[in-house]
Nanobody, 121 residues
Framework: QLQASGGGLVQAGGSLRLSCAAS????????MGWFRQAPGKEREFVAA????????SYAESVQGRFTISRDDAKTTVYLQMNSLKFEDTAVYYC????????????????WGKGTLVTVSS
C-alpha cells in the first residue's frame, strides 16, 4: 500500500516535497515513480527511480526542476519539486512497478491515492 502526502498550494517559483510511504517488506525490490494528472488531461509520467536508487529518469517538462529519491530504511520515496510552474498543477500519484525502462515506469503493481499540488500564477 502506498500513501502519498505533501501536496498543497504554492506560488509559482516555489517548492514542495512530496512523500510516498509504502507498507510491506518488499519495497526495496520495486522501482518507484511519480505520475500526475491535470484536470481534463490523461495521467502522465513525471519521474522514476530504479529499485537500487542508482538510476533516475524524468519527463522533459520537469527535468532540472524535480528530483526523485528513495529511502529504503523508511520505505519512502520522495519528489522534490523546485521552480514550480502553473502547469505543474495536478494530482500527483506515486507508483510501484516492476519494469523500469529508463524513460518511464511500467508494469505498475501499486498506485497511491494521490496528492493535489496547486501552483498559483
Amino acid at each position: 500500500q502506498l500513501q502519498a502526502s505533501g501536496g498543497g498550494l504554492v506560488q509559482a517559483g516555489g517548492s514542495l516535497r512530496l512523500s510516498c510511504a509504502a507498507s510491506g517488506r518488499t519495497f526495496s525490490s520495486y522501482h518507484m515513480g511519480w505520475f500526475r494528472q491535470a484536470p481534463g488531461k490523461e495521467r502522465e509520467f513525471v519521474a522514476a527511480i530504479s529499485w537500487s536508487g542508482a538510476r533516475t529518469s524524468y519527463a522533459e517538462s520537469v527535468q532540472g526542476r524535480f528530483t526523485i529519491s528513495r529511502d529504503d530504511a523508511k520505505t519512502t520515496v520522495y519528489l522534490q519539486m523546485n521552480s514550480l510552474k502553473f502547469e505543474d498543477t495536478a494530482v500527483y500519484y506515486c507508483a510501484a512497478g516492476t519494469y523500469y525502462s529508463g524513460s518511464s515506469l511500467r508494469s505498475i503493481q501499486y498506485w497511491g491515492k494521490g496528492t493535489l499540488v496547486t501552483v498559483s500564477s
